[in-house]
């Protein structure tokens, strides 16, 4: 019998699911465990590369030291300021034929405690001051459990961690909102102003200090507590970076648990799948293999850490120069995926996105050819060659991928890291996993398209 002509000329796209072996989903099941172990650790950047450090060095990586000659096979790291890590495993071809990299970031939007933060203001309560770092819709981030991450450097140069309200049994912190009873007027503002940024203070404590004399008895009950638990004083918060992070665990979710709910999966949950590919690549690399984890993205790549800053140029150019290669002929026949998370299409809220050409839960990777927002403004456009070329390696590994774009024309849009690689002179591809909810408290991801992401990054460092 013919095979029907819609068969034939008509895209046959299927649910992830309705192409799943029973090996891969063993294999996504395995790796969607290490994931939420994963973003379970780091919750801060700093956090984060402390993390990858940890996995790295267990699997032989090293700091890469200027001038010396890499090997095939040689496993290597540098970190910037204790913010960001670019990994690099030394490929059997010439670092001439270039260099496949895997790009995402490990920041993500959050509170950060303003330099003065805490106060108290006649509530007979302790609060403190934050100030939103990246695009978050304030009213998420009232009456949900928080905790504190971060560093504070005391007067003497000394640091001390913070980490509080993850642990089983650790305090939590919260915003307390409004209720409803006497919301009245505040419901009938929009919905972006309702909750205004100076009203994001974080409620830390209620006890006031014994002593009756002492005034802001609040307030010195706090600090004389964190005194006590960290040998701080209230000027060392001038020297500190404390961001307030949702309390959440990473859990499945739904009934069938084919989804995984966390904090903090734009973009840990793309930057976890490059790290694991690149290793995972290690014994079949061809091209030299790098892993780029960037901080700074949600606000912009500025900074030391952030892909606007040279270290990953210095890193590239200090592999080149010890293998005598020319940096320029590398940079020309490398290859980049910038593995940033997209919006997959909820139907609950279809008007914002076109729904033929939206990221879709277990579609597995979602490529953007180009991001930017109205009309493409800011989009790293990537050229029909080089997604053929993408098709051509993620058709070859059996990958799950669609194309997709980031909600309706006129809807807004979003950036990536891509057109700071673009500028580099690397042809550049944006593909991630598709999340609901993306920069929510709590986002959701497909395990499905977790584990895809995964197997391209894989397809790319060995293609
Ligand atoms: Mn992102
Ligand atoms: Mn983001």
């Known amino acids: 019998m013919m095979d029907k002509m819609s068969k034939k000329l008509l895209s046959q796209r299927k649910n992830g699911y309705d ?171 929009p919905l972006w102003q309702a909750i205004k940024g100076e009203d994001l203070n974080v409620v830390v404590g209620s006890e006031p200090y014994p002593d009756e004399e002492e005034k802001e008895r609040f307030k010195l009950q706090i600090m004389a507590l964190l005194h006590e638990k960290y040998d701080i004083t209230e000027d060392d918060f001038n020297t500190a970076e404390l961001c307030v992070v949702p309390a959440f665990r990473p859990t499945d979710v739904g009934l069938d648990r084919s989804m995984i709910g966390g904090y903090g999966q734009d973009d840990r949950v793309c930057a976890f799948a490059c790290l694991q590919a690149l290793f995972d690549a290690e014994n079949t690399l061809k091209r030299t293999g790098i892993c780029l984890l960037v901080d700074k993205e949600e606000i912009g790549s500025y900074g030391v850490t952030g892909m606007d800053s040279s270290y990953f140029d210095r890193f590239l150019s200090d592999l080149c120069r010890g293998a005598g290669a020319d940096y320029n002929t590398c940079i020309e026949h490398s290859f980049c995926l910038s593995s940033d998370v997209t919006a997959a299409y909820d139907d609950n809220y279809a008007f914002a996105y076109d729904k033929r050409n939206a990221g879709r839960v277990n579609g597995g990777l979602g490529i953007a050819k180009y991001t930017g927002s109205r009309g493409k403004s800011g989009a790293s456009d990537a050229s029909a060659e080089l997604m053929a070329y993408a098709r051509r390696v993620l058709d070859g590994e059996g990958v799950l991928w669609h194309v997709c774009e980031m909600g309706k024309v006129d809807e807004g849009g979003g950036g990536t890291i891509s057109h700071y690689m673009a500028r580099r002179g690397i042809p550049t591809l944006d593909g991630g996993t598709p999340l609901l909810a993306m920069h929510a408290p709590f986002e959701v991801s497909a395990k499905l398209d977790c584990y895809m992401t995964y197997r391209a990054a894989r397809a790319f460092y060995n293609a």
């Not at 303003?114 to 978050?136: C, M, S, V």
């Not at 459990?145 to 003497?156: F, I, K, N």
């Open 19 to 189: 192409r799943l072996t029973q090996a891969e989903r063993r294999e996504m099941n395995e790796y969607c465990e290490n994931y939420k172990r994963f973003l379970a650790e780091g919750c801060t950047e700093r956090e984060c590369v402390e993390e990858i450090l940890r996995l790295a060095q267990a699997r032989g990586y090293r700091a890469l030291r200027r001038g010396e000659v890499p090997q095939p096979g040689d496993k290597v790291y540098r970190v910037e300021a204790g913010k960001a890590i670019v990994l690099a495993v030394i490929g059997s071809e010439p670092l001439e034929q270039g260099v496949v990299v895997c790009g995402a970031h490990i920041d993500n939007p959050r509170l950060d405690l303003k330099p003065n933060p805490l106060y108290e203001d006649g509530g007979g309560l302790a609060r403190f001051k934050t100030h939103y770092y990246g695009g978050i819709r304030k009213y998420q981030w009232v009456s949900i459990p928080l905790a504190l991450h971060g560093v504070v450097y005391r007067a003497d140069g000394t640091r001390v961690r913070v980490r509080l309200g993850d642990e089983p049994g650790d305090p939590q912190l919260t915003i307390p909102d409004l209720l409803p009873h006497l919301a009245d007027k505040q419901a009938k503002e």
